[in-house]
């Protein structure tokens, strides 16, 4: 069965430092994987994805994503984190026969001006 | 904004009541994913629904059940609610099975007492 972890549950972090997320997976076979943000009262939105190619992924908003397939890890980075960054964030995978998203527990990060 | 619309924002029901949640897809999506998030934790997978028919299902019981109709809007039925149904429940659509993106929509906030 697939599964995700994401072992940061709170990151708390000044304006400015640098962000890095983890995010681990289970599963033998090909996967997509994915974040998403869920800021404050709104709807989950797409962050960055991999599907194949290049394992260094950006996506919006200056994060960027590096798939480690030997560590099954795909963790999030921001080298300059903003006020604006403050909420949470998903890791997921879908296992490329499958049709499903599995979603992690989340990391809310908070940003302290 | 994903163009994924959802109705209603909010509900409230009774333990033994039943309800329904609706969802829009985004233009040109074919294929309806639902997920229940429960507080403090990741979506989880209930079902998908491909050019009208049932494609995969996770870890829930049969008193979920849905439907896709041909403008591929879907909704979500469930019976016999019971208190650990209170949730959000998000709907994601795509272009279509597999390795296409899911785009989600605001949720439906349901309490159950």
């Known amino acids: 069965a697939q599964s995700v972890s994401q072992h940061n549950h709170h990151v708390i972090l000044s304006e400015a430092a640098s962000l890095e997320l983890g995010c681990n997976y289970s599963y033998g076979g090909t996967v997509n994987l994915f974040w998403y943000v869920q800021y404050p009262g709104q709807h989950l939105q797409l962050l960055l994805k991999y599907f194949s190619g290049d394992p260094l992924v950006k996506g919006i908003k200056g994060f960027e994503a590096e798939f480690i397939k030997s560590k099954f890890s795909f963790n999030l980075r921001k080298p300059s984190v903003q006020w604006s960054d403050t909420a949470e964030y998903f890791c997921?995978?879908?296992?490329?026969?499958?049709?499903?998203?599995?979603f992690g527990t989340g990391t809310r990060l908070t940003v302290i001006p | 904004e994903t163009g994924v619309t959802q109705s209603p924002t909010h509900l409230i029901k009774t333990r033994g009541q039943q309800v329904t949640l609706r969802c829009s897809s985004q233009?040109?999506?074919?294929?309806v994913s639902w997920y229940q998030q429960a507080l403090g934790q990741g979506p989880q997978f209930i079902f998908q629904?491909?050019?009208?028919?049932?494609?995969g299902r996770g870890n829930f019981p049969p008193r979920f059940s849905g439907l896709q109709f041909p403008n591929y809007s879907s909704e979500l039925n469930v019976n016999a609610l019971e208190l650990d149904d209170s949730a959000l429940y998000l709907c994601?659509?795509?272009?279509?099975?597999?390795?296409?993106?899911?785009?989600f929509g605001p949720g439906t906030r349901l309490t159950v007492l």
């Open positions: 629904y491909y050019r009208e028919e049932e494609n």
């Open positions: 994601a659509s795509s272009r279509g099975v597999g390795t296409d993106t899911q785009y």
């Open positions: 997921a995978v879908n296992a490329q026969v499958a049709n499903n998203l599995f």
């Open positions: 233009s040109g999506h074919n294929t």
